[in-house]
């Protein structure tokens, strides 16, 4: 961490209530800020509670190509909900084209430097563009989620991405904290979390866990657990 990541990370200590780190957190950030948001709980409750919040949001979400169409059902609920706008980004087309012409449709499954291909193709490139521009960005990222994840701040610098900002304001509550705040204001959620899925990404990489399972087992299952993210949150 840098001297100015450290100096705005001491501006938000003491504080581990959601809605707290988001009131402060925005007031650090000087321009333009968005949350990306695949419809997960995390992410529905942050749109939730951003409806407090007197400043503006963009809310831009990643069609990978691959989603589920429960995924798409859910964001189209959610829209029409709040009556927001959402910037939908999709990857590069001359980049899939080439991916699928050369290495086929599951190409990801065969290597681990094969699926991070596919990701950063499908994902990370056009983060990058829904980026461009902004002081800062929201995710909705829990410590609990993943080993990946264990050192997760509430606010961060986000070296990968330029310097700029990025808040988590949901870093230190827990599956069940995050579904009771769903639960109680009565939201919609993904209807792929009633047959089992916790952690919904791309239709072909996901599927249903067991109970106690890592919240993440479900996501990219053929993989070692250090490996699970997309390139999405690299830190
Ligand atoms: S999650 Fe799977 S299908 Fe989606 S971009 Fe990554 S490797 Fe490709």
Same mark, same amino acid.
């Not at 190509?65 to 927001?84: D, H, M, P, S, V």
């Not at 990968?160 to 769903?182: F, H, M, R």
């Not at 919904?200 to 993989?223: H, L, T, Y």
């Given at each position: 961490?840098?001297?100015?990541? @450290? ?12 809605? *707290? ?6 007031? /650090?950030? @000087? ?7 695949? %419809? ?47 910037? =939908?980004? %999709? ?13 086929? /449709? ?6 681990? @430097? ?22 800062? =960005? ?28 990025? /808040? ?32 919904? *990404? ?17 996501? =990219? =299952? ?14």
């Amino acid at each position: 961490m840098n001297l100015a990541a @450290e100096q705005i990370s001491t501006r938000l200590s003491g504080i581990t209530d959601p809605q *707290g780190i988001l009131r402060k957190g925005l007031a /650090l950030i @000087e321009g333009p800020v968005a949350l990306a948001s695949s %419809f997960s709980i995390e992410d529905i409750v942050l749109i939730d509670m951003l409806q407090q919040c007197e400043r503006q949001v963009r809310i831009f979400a990643i069609d990978t190509g691959r989603l589920n169409e429960e995924t798409l059902e859910i964001a189209e609920t959610i829209r029409l909900r709040y009556g927001i706008e959402i910037d =939908w980004y %999709f990857p590069q087309q001359t980049a899939v084209e080439q991916l699928e012409r050369e290495k086929g /449709l599951f190409s990801f499954r065969e290597s681990l @430097e094969n699926r991070h291909q596919c990701c950063h193709i499908r994902k990370v490139e056009p983060l990058q563009r829904a980026l461009k521009g902004l002081a800062g =960005w929201i995710t909705g990222q829990r410590r609990e989620q993943a080993t990946t994840r264990g050192g997760l701040q509430p606010i961060e610098v986000d070296q990968v991405n330029g310097g700029i900002i990025k /808040l988590n304001p949901l870093v230190y509550w827990s599956a069940e904290q995050t579904e009771d705040y769903l639960k109680q204001q009565r939201l919609p959620c993904n209807r792929l979390h009633q047959s089992g899925y916790l952690s919904i *990404g791309c239709a072909p990489c996901s599927r249903a866990v067991q109970p106690g399972e890592d919240a993440r087992a479900g996501r =990219w =299952w053929w993989e070692n657990p250090e490996h699970k993210e997309c390139g999405l949150h690299k830190r």
